[in-house]
């Protein structure tokens, strides 16, 4: 595989210094470069007053010009010596003056430069970088390098966030004639750029033509765009700018400045007023192709929205897909394009490379497991005749979910003809049976070796052999999800062994009566357990029409706040509810997930679970007397053997039924515990288990200063308002629809805000 060459400028822009926009006529630019070897950044000299920080507008255009020495920085070789000294890896490019330089070594494993991979750690990026500056990237061709050039600017270096679909925080906006700073001898460029307001009025009222450009063929709205100086756009399109003006060195329109900035306010203001996102710059890119290469998820779904083609191919056939996958770590861009629909089959043309080669080529472990789990094709070859499976095969050293491995062992075991042994151990539908089965298995297997009358050691022998077999035999017969099917395997295993034991040694000791309460309570029990087990929880759900209509109501009216808008579901979240990691769905009034029951407990199967828990109670307490029954008839128990001899005497008539029995209790205890809780919640603080956890985070339940419920209504209005009791008019529950309700005290009529006329579909 040839080396691939990275170009790197990065250009430091330093604001117009208050102090001396009175006799500059220009500010004061200052050119940063740096040497990058994987593990290495050289910085020359720079003012000290550059590196103050500060919110300060850009100052050049997307690409920065004038171009001084370019830095070359290549790849190194993995097996390099890491003790080679500096001044080797700088005079092997030619730079023999280093000593004045600041020397500062990052990211030590990640010896592959790939713009994808650069982190700058904070401590570093303060003392080495301005508040504002231009990372420019050119990358020659190679085997593992998209077709088109990487161009990537970003400002605050915020792309690495968590939550993609956080904009960029604006530039402060300068308050013309009122501010403390005059702005009255800035040029319209310096006055656009510093958000001068009043001063930008002033010279187009004198006469300035507002699509002038400048020097480097940049009009007013482009440098309005790419500062986020939104009052400004207004006024510069209300006097006639043209909003789809291509212009820069990259011949680019403002929204493309706008969205390289991650403006998200100056996008839509600009979409607004008629900008085309289907415009391509000079590098073929369309807005959303750019928007996906700097990870900002909020404006790609803005773009989608309004009508972008989210499968849409740059000249180097990349999707938006494609460039997230291998540009941007954090997961938000790739799973909102998934969400939305967009196909990870396509392929570029210079490689032939699917988004998912491209995630792997990046060793980007988010983005490959978010491709795998929403059914990536791991078989399609690329130019090269290579598969996704065969470039994670080579990269053993790539960190790789479960789901990932459990992909990769189930390609393989497809790859070649299966022996029996291999569909015991590899099918995952037999593999999901066996974990099953161990509960049930494991019961009547230890209630077999107590019931017999093998001496005492060598029952324990045999136990601890059996634990030790089944502890390293697991990884090879159990699935992977052995802790998500173990708890409902368990409850299952211990009912089916109760109602046999009932059957065959409890029946013929009790009366009918005690038979039939038995069966009314395992009817309601059963009832109770598959709404809750199947039933909906809640789930908060849209089509994709009212999640494109949300998508633009957000982006239009207040930003993509994450306390009211989920980036997993696109949806707007109801008060009360929560994203559940483990079923990947919003849930109205959430209150947990249970694993006994393989579900979420929300708003509309919380009774039934409260209902689950009392009646298996219930059966409990039926199967314990009934035991009791058994052993004073079936057993010759004195009655002055006291309680601990009756249970010794009991174990010894009948071990079976005493397992069992004792199987029972345990559950008994966990129940009660669990109910008791479900009941403090519910009736005396009138909260879900979600909220009593997370109260904290909730500015609703912060009153004067103390956290309480605002849904509080009274210890037995509360209980009224949970079961929904009415007692032919006596009663009046609060009758709230939660899963439409995203206010307290107001519930929504439709779950969406009010739509506008502008709004456009695919």
């Given amino acids: 595989m040839k080396t691939a060459l990275t170009v790197v400028t990065i250009r430091g822009l330093n604001a117009c210094d208050p102090d001396t926009a009175k006799t500059s006529e220009s500010p004061t630019t200052v050119d940063t470069h740096f040497f990058f070897t994987g593990f290495l950044i050289r910085r020359k000299h720079q003012p000290k007053r550059m590196l103050k920080a500060s919110s300060k507008p850009y100052r050049r255009s997307s690409k920065a010009t004038p171009s001084p020495a370019t830095i070359l920085a290549d790849q190194i070789n993995p097996q390099r010596e890491r003790q080679e000294t500096v001044e080797d890896n700088l005079n092997q490019h030619g730079f023999r003056k280093f000593r004045n330089s600041l020397v500062f070594f990052i990211s030590p494993n990640k010896f592959k430069l790939k713009p994808a991979t650069w982190r700058i750690r904070p401590a570093i990026q303060s003392s080495l970088f301005p508040s504002s500056f231009t990372v420019h990237c050119h990358s020659l061709q190679d085997a593992c390098q998209p077709g088109s050039l990487f161009k990537r600017e970003r400002e605050n270096c915020q792309h690495a966030q968590a939550d993609m679909f956080q904009q960029v925080p604006q530039v402060p906006q300068a308050k013309g004639s009122t501010s403390d700073v005059d702005y009255s001898n800035l040029d ?44 400004i756009i207004r006024f510069y399109i209300s006097r006639g700018a043209l909003v789809d003006a291509v212009g820069g060195d990259l011949m680019a329109t403002p929204l493309h400045w706008a ?75 790739t799973r909102m394009l998934l969400t939305l629909g967009a196909s990870s089959a396509f392929q570029d043309n210079f490689h032939g490379n699917t988004a998912l080669h491209w995630a792997i080529v990046a060793r980007n472990s988010t983005a490959v497991t978010t491709l795998v789990a929403n059914g990536a094709n791991l078989t399609i070859r690329n130019n090269t005749g290579q598969t996704p499976y065969d470039l994670l095969k080579g990269n053993r050293d790539m960190f790789l979910s479960e789901k990932v491995l459990e992909k990769l062992e189930e390609v393989d075991s497809n790859s070649r003809p299966k022996s029996m042994c291999d569909r015991i151990t590899k099918d995952k539908k037999v593999k999901v049976w066996m974990t099953a089965l161990i509960p049930a298995s494991g019961i009547c297997l230890i209630g077999l070796l107590l019931q017999s009358s093998i001496p005492v050691p060598i029952k324990c022998v045999i136990l601890l052999f059996s634990y030790v077999f089944g502890y390293f035999a697991r990884p090879y017969v159990c699935n992977d999800k052995y802790f998500t099917v173990l708890p409902l395997a368990t409850y299952f295993g211990t009912k089916f062994w109760v109602y046999m034991t009932w ?36 789930i908060v759900s849209s089509t994709r029409e009212e999640k494109f209509r949300l998508i633009i109501d957000e982006a239009e009216r207040r930003g993509f706040d994450s306390r009211s808008f989920c980036s997993s579901c696109l949806v707007h979240k109801p008060l009360r509810s929560k994203h559940c990691g483990v079923c990947d769905r919003c849930i109205a009034k959430h209150d947990h997930h249970c694993p006994w029951v393989s579900n979420c407990i929300g708003e509309k199967n919380h009774r039934h679970f409260i209902g689950y828990l009392v009646m298996l109670l219930v059966m409990i307490f039926f199967m314990i007397y009934g035991a009791s029954q058994y052993w004073q008839k079936a057993c010759e128990i004195p009655s002055s053997s006291g309680f601990f001899g009756s249970l010794v005497a009991s174990a010894q008539c009948d071990a079976w039924v005493m397992w069992i029995t004792f199987n029972c209790f345990l559950h008994a205890i966990w129940v009660f515990l669990l109910l008791g809780c479900q009941t403090y919640q519910i009736v005396i603080l009138g909260m879900t288990t979600n909220e009593r956890l997370n109260h904290w985070r909730y500015q609703h339940f912060q009153q004067g200063g103390v956290s309480r419920s605002p849904f509080h209504r009274g210890y037995f209005q509360n209980l009224v308002d949970f079961f929904g009791w009415r007692c032919f008019g006596l009663f009046h529950p609060d009758q709230t629809d939660w899963s439409k309700t995203f206010h307290v005290g107001v519930e929504a009529e439709h779950p969406l805000l009010n739509t506008k006329e502008n709004y456009q579909y695919v």
């Avoid at 002038?212 to 009052?231: G, P, S």
């Avoid at 040694?505 to 009314?520: C, D, F, K, R």
């Fill in 503 to 538: 059957l065959v040694w409890i029946v013929p000791h009790v009366n009918i009566w005690s038979t039939i309460a038995m069966l009314i309570s395992s009817i309601l029990l059963w009832y109770n357990f598959l709404k809750v087990w199947k039933g909906d929880p809640g």
């Fill in 259 to 333: 969205t390289r900035a991650g403006h998200l306010g100056a996008v839509v203001l600009l979409m607004q007023h008629g900008a085309d996102p289907l415009i391509c710059d000079g590098d073929g890119l369309q807005c959303i192709h750019i928007a996906a290469q700097l990870g900002f998820a909020g404006i790609m779904a803005y773009f989608i929205a309004k009508g972008a083609n989210m499968d849409g191919q740059d000249r180097g056939g990349m999707t938006p897909l494609m460039w997230s996958a291998y540009r941007v770590t954090s997961l938000d861009p």
């Fill in 188 to 231: 319209i460029v310096k006055a656009t750029q510093n958000g001068a307001l009043e001063r930008c009025k002033q010279l187009i009222d004198e006469g300035f033509d507002v699509n002038q450009r400048d020097a480097e063929n940049v009009t007013l709205l482009h440098w309005a765009a790419i500062n986020n100086r939104k009052e």
